[in-house]
């Protein structure tokens, strides 16, 4: 078995965590809600996200200055919320006299028509083949050289890939920042040295637990996300998100998991309040799967344990939070 130190690090501090908060269950969570401290829960959860981005930034500054890294690279399974990571680290890192600059591996993504396809015959977006990685390597190797590079920008509704004139170019304080799920996969950046890279793996390592004895899976949380995401940005509806679902999970367990513990930090991308601020957006989508469909189940399994959830009124959180770029009203352009 892997030995998974890193990640039990994460949910053991996360744990304490949520016992010093006095919500390690939903029961608890609701009480406080319901007793209205539910501005000053999340107050307290975004600091603490904070306070770690500016921990894993001081390491990435750190790593800069002894071991002359200028590629962070940042991984997590689908709707970890790998995005407003890395674009709230490139401001702690803007705090450190560093000057950020930002790529998604989903710009590289080959056009539609030229995506692999899995064993069913459906696109495999999961797969590495579906990034053109000859094209991102050569745009590493120019920016490094100090060259100015137009960056693609992939647009999901068409499948394709546009040009925007808005070219990169990095300087002597310049660190580039990659984000996407195959990030820490050696297979995708071969030419940089390992010593050159700075590797982080961001997740929702779930906190709170229905009761004492039942927890609410991580994939679940991660799931919820990407139902309001995907509804509000790529016009899909919860069906045809909750059908993609099982190949994004398999794709996980083959292209995402197996790196994981290459990472320098992980981060616990969870907020322990975070369900009862989703289920609002989330329940009225999960409730327009037909029942004569087979995603029924696992709609009607979701729709039952947010029944057990008071909710938060999504106004409560502020514009930077992480759960902005799932629920919109993000003060980040994506």
Same mark, same amino acid.
């Given at each position: 078995?892997?030995?998974?130190?890193?990640?039990?690090?994460?949910?053991?501090?996360?744990?304490?965590?949520?016992?010093?908060?006095?919500?390690?269950?939903?029961?608890?969570?609701?009480?406080?809600?319901?007793?209205?401290?539910?501005?000053?829960?999340?107050?307290?959860?975004?600091?603490?996200?904070?306070?770690?981005?500016?921990?894993?930034?001081?390491?990435?500054?750190?790593?800069?200055?002894?071991?002359?890294?200028?590629?962070?690279?940042?991984?997590?399974?689908?709707?970890?919320?790998?995005?407003?990571?890395?674009?709230?680290?490139?401001?702690?890192?803007? #705090?450190?006299?560093? $000057?950020?600059?930002? %790529?998604?591996?989903? +710009?590289?993504?080959?056009? !539609?028509?030229? @995506?692999?396809?899995?064993?069913?015959?459906?696109?495999?977006?999961?797969?590495?083949?579906?990034?053109?990685?000859?094209?991102?390597?050569?745009?590493?190797?120019?920016?490094?050289?100090?060259?100015?590079?137009?960056?693609?920008?992939?647009?999901?509704?068409?499948?394709?890939?546009?040009?925007?004139?808005?070219?990169?170019?990095?300087?002597?304080?310049?660190?580039?920042?990659?984000?996407?799920?195959?990030?820490?996969?050696?297979?995708?950046?071969?030419?940089?040295?390992?010593?050159?890279?700075?590797?982080?793996?961001?997740?929702?390592?779930?906190? #709170?637990?229905?009761? $004492?004895?039942?927890? %609410?899976?991580?994939? +679940?949380?991660?799931?919820? !996300?990407?139902? @309001?995401?995907?509804?509000?940005?790529?016009?899909?509806?919860?069906?045809?998100?909750?059908?993609?679902?099982?190949?994004?999970?398999?794709?996980?367990?083959?292209?995402?998991?197996?790196?994981?513990?290459?990472?320098?930090?992980?981060?616990?991308?969870?907020?322990?309040?975070?369900?009862?601020?989703?289920?609002?957006?989330?329940?009225?989508?999960?409730?327009?799967?037909?029942?004569?469909?087979?995603?029924?189940?696992?709609?009607?399994?979701?729709?039952?344990?947010?029944?057990?959830?008071?909710?938060?009124?999504?106004?409560?959180?502020?514009?930077?939070?992480?759960?902005?770029?799932?629920?919109?009203?993000?003060?980040?352009?994506?």
């Amino acid at each position: 078995s892997v030995h998974q130190e890193k990640m039990f690090d994460v949910f053991h501090q996360y744990q304490s965590w949520v016992e010093i908060m006095g919500v390690p269950t939903v029961g608890q969570l609701n009480s406080k809600v319901l007793a209205g401290y539910a501005s000053e829960l999340i107050k307290i959860a975004e600091a603490f996200h904070e306070n770690k981005l500016a921990q894993v930034a001081g390491c990435v500054a750190e790593a800069n200055r002894e071991r002359g890294v200028r590629l962070v690279l940042i991984s997590g399974p689908s709707s970890s919320g790998k995005t407003t990571f890395a674009k709230r680290l490139g401001v702690q890192l803007r #705090v450190l006299g560093l $000057n950020p600059v930002l %790529i998604s591996l989903d +710009d590289y993504f080959v056009d !539609r028509k030229k @995506t692999p396809r899995d064993e069913n015959g459906e696109y495999d977006y999961e797969a590495l083949e579906a990034i053109d990685l000859e094209q991102f390597n050569d745009h590493l190797k120019r920016l490094e050289r100090g060259e100015s590079v137009d960056i693609p920008r992939y647009d999901f509704i068409s499948g394709t890939r546009q040009w925007h004139d808005n070219p990169l170019q990095l300087d002597e304080r310049s660190v580039l920042i990659v984000e996407g799920i195959h990030g820490l996969n050696p297979a995708l950046t071969p030419g940089v040295p390992e010593s050159r890279k700075f590797k982080i793996y961001v997740s929702c390592f779930t906190s #709170v637990a229905l009761d $004492n004895v039942s927890r %609410i899976a991580t994939s +679940d949380n991660r799931l919820l !996300r990407r139902l @309001t995401r995907d509804y509000r940005t790529r016009g899909n509806d919860a069906l045809s998100t909750l059908a993609r679902w099982e190949s994004v999970r398999r794709g996980e367990e083959k292209h995402i998991f197996p790196y994981q513990e290459n990472a320098d930090v992980m981060f616990n991308t969870a907020m322990l309040f975070e369900l009862a601020v989703i289920k609002q957006q989330a329940e009225p989508l999960l409730d327009l799967v037909p029942e004569n469909c087979p995603e029924y189940a696992e709609a009607y399994r979701l729709r039952t344990f947010l029944d057990y959830i008071q909710p938060i009124p999504n106004r409560a959180l502020p514009p930077t939070s992480l759960l902005r770029e799932f629920l919109g009203g993000s003060s980040f352009k994506y």
